[in-house]
């Protein structure tokens, strides 16, 4: 072999070697950085967040859809009552029902399991404009569960001076194949 094809073969492994360095690198940051609320240099990863749609589970045929996009800042990480973003609800049976859609004013996170409270903006259900509701929702993957504020009086315009981050326990199923919720864990400063 001559030094010539010698050196333009110790070339291309090297090229080789590099793009398969390259490829490899390019996709472990893509995998470690693909996930809601992922950080980047220039903008850290947000504190916490609640987001997706999906219907609940009823045996009588209930139609229940709850919608959230809730986030918390990275600024605001410390504060959970600095949450924004919207909620959306609705229950029918039988073409008898009510909608309401608000605006998120806090949001804790613990591992897969967010608790939210937001106040009513708009509503067809009476008395329901103005009232704070919470929800509760377990990110199980294509098993989630939710609870709401109201579970124990049945109906969001009898629940009386709700505290902000305040909930039920997620004892509702969400049906299968309906919608999924995902949870980003809350990371606060102060919990080592």
């Not at 090229?15 to 996709?27: M, P």
């Not at 109906?155 to 326990?169: F, G, I, Q, R, Y």
């Amino acid at each position: 072999m001559s030094r010539r094809a010698s050196a333009s073969a110790r070339i291309r492994v090297a090229t080789g070697a590099a793009v398969l360095i390259t490829v490899a690198f390019t996709a472990s940051a893509a995998a470690s950085g693909g996930s809601s609320g992922s950080g980047t240099p220039d903008r850290p990863r947000e504190a916490a967040a609640l987001t997706g749609s999906a219907k609940l589970s009823r045996t009588l045929g209930d139609d229940i859809t709850f919608t959230f996009d809730a986030h918390l800042a990275a600024e605001h990480g410390d504060d959970p009552a600095m949450a924004t973003g919207t909620f959306r609800f609705s229950h029918y049976l039988d073409g008898d029902g009510a909608w309401a859609e608000g605006r998120i004013d806090c949001l804790v996170t613990g591992g897969k399991v967010a608790v939210a409270t937001g106040v009513i903006t708009a509503s067809d259900l009476p008395g329901a404009k103005g009232k704070r509701v919470g929800f509760t929702v377990h990110d199980l993957g294509r098993h989630d569960r939710l609870g709401y504020s109201w579970a124990s009086v049945g109906n969001p315009v009898e629940t009386k001076d709700l505290p902000k981050c305040v909930s039920s326990a997620p004892f509702e199923r969400v049906k299968n194949g309906t919608g999924d919720y995902h949870v980003l864990p809350w990371q606060p400063d102060f919990v080592g």
